[in-house]
């Protein structure tokens, strides 16, 4: 049996869990209209959504200043806190536009 691990500390939030929370929770409407509604029943459209997700991605952080969650004082945070931080931007942009996503599945190996 593996050890407790640590508790956190939500009062400093150093790895960004709690404004993630938020994010996911946040107004939907100002997501609307990043991704653009269409079908997608080819690689080549799956592959624009994509791109278009990455590019509101860059543009939230380079110029909206969504860079700020991910750092930690002046302290980088763990890369996990820029993937959950990526596919709270993605859940949200696909959802609002009608498209589904799942994350990586955590498959532990047994014992």
């Given at each position: 049996?593996?050890?407790?691990?640590?508790?956190?500390?939500?009062?400093?939030?150093?790895?960004?869990?709690?404004?993630?929370?938020?994010?996911?929770?946040?107004?939907?409407?100002?997501?609307?209209?990043?991704?653009?509604?269409?079908?997608?029943?080819?690689?080549?459209?799956?592959?624009?959504?994509?791109?278009?997700?990455?590019?509101a991605f860059k543009s939230l952080v380079?110029?909206?200043?969504?860079?700020?969650?991910?750092w930690y004082q002046h302290t980088p945070?763990?890369?996990?806190?820029?993937?959950?931080?990526?596919?709270?931007?993605?859940?949200?942009?696909?959802?609002?536009?009608?498209?589904?996503?799942?994350?990586?599945?955590?498959?532990?190996?047994?014992?």
């Amino acid at each position: 049996m593996s050890n407790a691990s640590e508790s956190y500390d939500e009062t400093l939030d150093i790895d960004g869990i709690l404004m993630f929370r938020d994010i996911l929770h946040s107004d939907l409407e100002d997501y609307k209209g990043l991704v653009t509604k269409r079908v997608i029943d080819t690689p080549d459209k799956v592959l624009e959504v994509v791109l278009e997700i990455v590019d509101a991605f860059k543009s939230l952080v380079e110029k909206n200043n969504l860079w700020e969650l991910l750092w930690y004082q002046h302290t980088p945070r763990h890369e996990r806190a820029s993937q959950l931080l990526f596919f709270a931007v993605a859940n949200i942009i696909c959802s609002k536009n009608n498209i589904d996503i799942s994350p990586e599945t955590n498959s532990a190996g047994g014992q």
